[in-house]
């Protein structure tokens, strides 16, 4: 079979359609896998939260993946399924992240990607994975809302697959995240934490979660928390907000697409939806980084401010296992990263040993 992959059998993670294809519905059985060998990313433990709270407290880092983003894991499926069914282009809008899976995987698969993003509002990172992997990119004086709803109208109207969650595919291959993380630990978690914007994620998680509890391989369902963005959350207070701000540009989204699915995955689970502010949002990403050794982006660090602030209003995580998904690499924005780090001035001195130990306090 010319143009397919060989087969091996070296005990390497195949990607999560092969991993857990029986338990991923939507896959015709001949569909063939547009793969960068997506999920199996570490469940990272985290001393410095578990002692924190006196619980276990796990991060599923997903800025392992191959596009240093979750949204790898939806798209595999997605894109797969787009070219089984014979589409020449596919369409997404996107807060950055979205976009440059897509163009990977559309890249990989020969189709021709096609981005919707709203214009200043993408960090330089993921618009830089976008170009170089290929993508037509459009800019929209406007916001991710106004993206999606463009996006949705082009793929009805035209011959391109659109990508973004609204697609069922997408849910199916990012419910994996789940199905790894109940492997790994033995059982679901007690608790687990994540950012929402588009709502997607937590939507796709409390799928995997329920799927898993059914078919027996868990003993029970975590409580899902959902943590939002201040400026940006829409889930907290129950109605659109029409002009989302957060410096978290991933998850500046005012009126999400699964808003009812992660509803139903809160209210069925026993959890909620809580707002951060973006400088809780910011001083969680640098305090990850420096205690934990993660990097994530700040969106990716709106569960970890969620279980701080928490802690602070005095809810008790002890004695419980709790995952909290860090959602995407921090080399994606590190613009805003370095925004925290502004008085800090590099210390410069001449090529001479003498002088590095005595900048450096040694001497
Ligand atoms: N974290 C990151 C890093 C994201 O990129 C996103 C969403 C989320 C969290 C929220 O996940 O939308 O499923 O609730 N990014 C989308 C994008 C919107 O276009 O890349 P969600």
Known sequence: MSGSSPTVANGQWRGLIEEYRDLIDLLPDDLEAVTLREGGTPLVHSEWLSSLTGGQVWLKVEGNNPTGSFKDRGMTTAMSLAKYEGAQAVVCASTGNTSASMAAYAAKAGLKPLVLVPEGKIAAGKMAQAVVHGAQIIMVRGNFDHCLTMAKELASNYPV?????????????????????????????????????????????????????????????????????????????????PDPETKATAIRIGNPASWQLAVAAASESGGRFAALSDPQILAAQVELAKHDGVFVEPASAAGIAGLLSELAAGESYAGKTVAITVTGHGLKDTATALESFSDIVDTVVDADVDAAAAAAGLI
């Open 161 to 241: 697959a659109l990508v973004n969650s609204v697609n069922p595919a997408r849910l199916q291959g990012q419910k994996t995240a789940a199905f790894e993380i109940c492997d790994f630990l033995g059982d679901a978690p007690d608790y687990h934490l994540l950012p929402v914007g588009n709502a997607g994620n937590i939507s796709a998680y409390w799928m995997g979660y329920v799927q898993y509890a059914a078919l027996g391989r868990s003993s029970r369902r975590p409580v899902m928390r959902g943590f939002q963005a201040d400026g940006a959350a829409p889930l907290v207070t129950g109605v659109p907000f």
